[in-house]
């Protein structure tokens, strides 16, 4: 054989064996994320620990607990703190996540409960299963996908018509009594819990940490998606069996709220040690957040420096905790204080994630991958929120948490308003993130622009 051919049959021989020896590297770190989404009830900014530098320790009120694994997220991933969720209230929020779209355009504008009070609220009994929803669009990325925990876009109470969980594009579910698909386990009777219950209103967010490790360990070959969405810690609050003893209908005491919350946090470092047990921890972003704001606030001190409460849109009924962990791709321990975030952004930016591309005309987020991997970038779409289409039934909160009926947040600026255009309140995020300071009468010329197109928005959407 001549020299030439020889160095040729080497080289070729060598190409080879570079190329088997690093596809299967080349694999790993191109995989699909698993995504865990972790969708807290009725948590306020300050009750996670890494978020109580802003202020909350300086007002009256009980003293909160740690929360270290809950921490764990932010010192080993990121933690936002411009992140907002789509609604100051549990349905119309969940909604907006699922969707990523305005819950109004889906006619959901508050929580849902039986028929009367749906059209009391101007709003329709569950979520058009012909929605777009981040699990169908997953599923057809190849993942396995799941929901453990509460649901609240339709079904219970006399609502009995509601879509099943599955036709939102899940593959598995348990869920609570507020669904079209209530566990046995969690529901033995006609109500949100009871002591016939298998597993007990304080081992719930246990029994949905279980699922998820046991579906994630049931699906080795796929990547997977999963809604975590534990109903702690919304009231009442039934820590143990003694509270239960004592209070059949829980309770809204600080002492109850502080064991319910550590819980969480127990549970929170059993799903971490459980990744790693399974072997996927590195390559599973997890996606921590509330879907609105925290009430009762014990004076304030569980929304920190931030105004207002659940069913305001004051920032302390729609700025959420938000911290992503991705061990593969994200950095440890940064602050990201830049980038304006939606709950509304996190369909599309799953989508991208998975390495589609996401139809960005079907939804009103923003493809913000990117920023979910530590890369901050200003944000180019407008944020439009509502709470409150009549006076009947939006009538909470009440006092100087209650905030007008339509927000709308242009770079760092906010302006709240009433759907007739009176009452304008301008805030300049930036330095005054408490709302205290209105700016309107400096502004007129901010807030005419700012209210046309609130207002425009806001006429935009459908009525029941």
């Known amino acids: 054989m001549h020299l030439r051919s020889i160095l040729v049959s080497l080289l070729l021989i060598s190409t080879l064996a570079m190329a088997f020896t690093t596809k299967p590297a080349g694999q790993a770190a191109d995989r699909k994320p698993n995504i865990i989404l972790i969708l807290i009830d009725d948590m306020g900014i300050a009750d996670v620990g890494c978020y109580r530098e802003t202020g909350a320790s300086a007002k009256a009120g009980p003293q909160l607990p740690p929360t270290p694994n809950i921490d764990r997220l932010a010192s080993e991933g990121i933690k936002f703190t411009n992140y907002y969720s789509a609604a100051p209230i549990c349905s119309p929020s969940r909604v907006g996540l699922t969707t990523g779209t305005v819950p109004g355009k889906w006619r959901i504008t508050s929580f849902l409960a039986d028929r009367k009070h749906n059209r009391t609220c101007q709003q329709a009994d569950f979520l058009d299963a012909s929605a777009p929803t981040v699990a169908r669009s997953l599923k057809a990325q190849g993942y396995a996908t799941a929901h453990f925990g509460k649901w609240h876009m339709g079904g219970g109470r006399d609502v009995d018509n509601a879509p099943g969980i599955r036709q939102y594009g899940f593959d598995e579910y348990a869920s609570t009594w507020e669904s079209p698909d209530p566990d046995p386990l969690l529901t033995s009777t006609d109500w949100i819990w009871a002591k016939s219950d298998s597993i007990k209103r304080w081992k719930r967010t246990a029994y949905f940490v279980g699922k998820t490790l046991d579906f994630l360990k049931r699906n080795p070959g796929n990547p997977c998606y999963i809604n975590l969405w534990p109903d702690d810690v919304h009231t009442p609050w039934v820590a143990d069996e003694t509270t239960l003893n004592e209070a ?217």
């Open 248 to 464: 059949p209908k829980g309770t809204e005491k600080p002492r109850e709220f502080k064991a319910v919350l550590a819980d969480l946090d127990i549970q929170i470092g059993r799903l971490l040690d459980g990744l790693k047990a399974l072997g996927i921890d590195n390559n599973t972003m997890i996606v921590f957040t509330s879907d609105n704001g925290a009430l009762p606030t014990f004076q304030g001190v569980r929304s920190g420096i931030l105004r207002g409460s659940k069913l305001s849109l004051y920032e302390g009924g729609i700025r959420m905790p938000f911290l992503v962990r991705y061990p593969a791709k994200t950095p440890k321990g940064k602050v990201d204080d830049e980038s304006v975030m939606s709950a509304l952004d996190l369909f599309p930016s799953f989508v991208s994630l998975s390495g589609a591309k996401p139809d960005l005309t079907r939804t009103d987020g923003e493809n913000r991958a990117d920023v979910l991997l530590g890369r901050a970038s200003q944000r180019t779409k407008t944020l439009f929120w509502e709470y409150g289409r009549n006076t009947e039934s939006f009538r909470y909160p009440a006092g100087r948490d209650k905030s007008p009926n339509l927000a709308i947040r242009q770079e760092n600026w906010k302006l709240l308003i009433h759907d007739d255009g009176t009452n304008p309140e301008l805030y300049d995020l930036r330095k005054d993130p408490s709302e205290t300071t209105n700016l309107a009468e400096q502004q007129p010329e901010r807030v005419a622009g700012m209210r046309s197109a609130v207002l425009a928005w806001r006429s935009g959407l459908p009525k029941l």
